[in-house]
T-cell receptor
Framework: GAVVSQHPSWVICKSGTSVKIECRSL??????MFWYRQFPKQSLMLMAT?????????EQGVEKDKFLINHASLTLSTLTVTSAHPEDSSFYIC?????????????FGPGTRLLVL | AQSVTQPDIHITVSEGASLELRCNYS??????LFWYVQSPGQGLQLLLK??????LVQGIKGFEAEFKRSQSSFNLRKPSVHWSDAAEYFC??????????????FGSGTRLSIRP
């Protein structure tokens, strides 16, 4: 149980285009989802926290107009990188939490590798 | 503010040898502590967590960790490593009163290599 999926697993796009990444909790309802960014050989940096049905809370320094987060249902959150540029190339990882038997543990998706040319 | 330090960037151990990965945290109260493992190109998998109670925590894949308040440490151990343990290991801390909406702070990670 407690599986989180991400789609796509990798994406290459041209500079200036927008890319949408999906994060789904497959076997539980995720009241909260988190989006992280990871640069090569570095740790995870939290970008934003999203709760179902409400606006995401962005970390300091993260442009909310550039990284649009939607958490429309208890099993789906999306991250849209708008007008992507090469510096947005990174590994994006989502995680989700749920109550009940899984308590507060964050379960992570496999990540999406974005390359902007 | 919370912080997590993993002093070792890269560790190499021989297969079958014991392992200890260090983690130190900075937090005013009792934190919630986690160890995650990340295999190349993949997301993170929870190895174990400490919320309260017994300070020696057992996790998956034969890992254990010990919470030592006096040393502000939460070191990860395994008595005998396998080649499949080669990965990046992250220690993380959450705040007192941690809930499903709480943020956790990750350490910089320790890369584990296994010598045949």
């Amino acid at each position: 149980g407690a599986v989180v999926s991400q789609h796509p697993s990798w994406v290459i796009c041209k500079s200036g285009t927008s890319v949408k990444i999906e994060c789904r909790s497959l076997d539980f309802q995720a009241t909260t989802m988190f989006w992280y960014r990871q640069f090569p050989k570095q740790s995870l940096m939290l970008m934003a926290t999203s709760n179902e049905g409400s606006k995401a809370t962005y970390e300091q320094g993260v442009e909310k107009d550039k990284f649009l987060i939607n958490h429309a249902s208890l099993t789906l959150s999306t991250l849209t990188v708008t007008s992507a540029h090469p510096e947005d190339s990174s590994f994006y990882i989502c995680s989700a939490t749920a109550g009940g038997a899984h308590q507060e543990t964050q379960y992570f998706g496999p990540g999406t590798r974005l390359l902007v040319l | 503010a919370q912080s997590v330090t993993q002093p070792d960037i890269h560790i190499t151990v021989s297969e079958g040898a014991s392992l200890e990965l260090r983690c130190n945290y900075s937090y005013g109260a009792t934190p919630y502590l986690f160890w995650y493992v990340q295999s190349p190109g993949q997301g993170l998998q929870l190895l174990l967590k400490y919320f309260s109670g017994d300070t020696l925590v057992q996790g998956i894949k034969g890992f254990e960790a010990e919470f030592k308040r006096s040393q502000s440490s939460f070191n990860l151990r395994k008595p005998s490593v396998h080649w499949s343990d080669a990965a990046e290991y992250f220690c993380a801390v959450g705040p007192t009163g941690y809930s499903s909406a709480s943020k956790i702070i990750f350490g910089s990670g320790t890369r584990l290599s296994i010598r045949p």
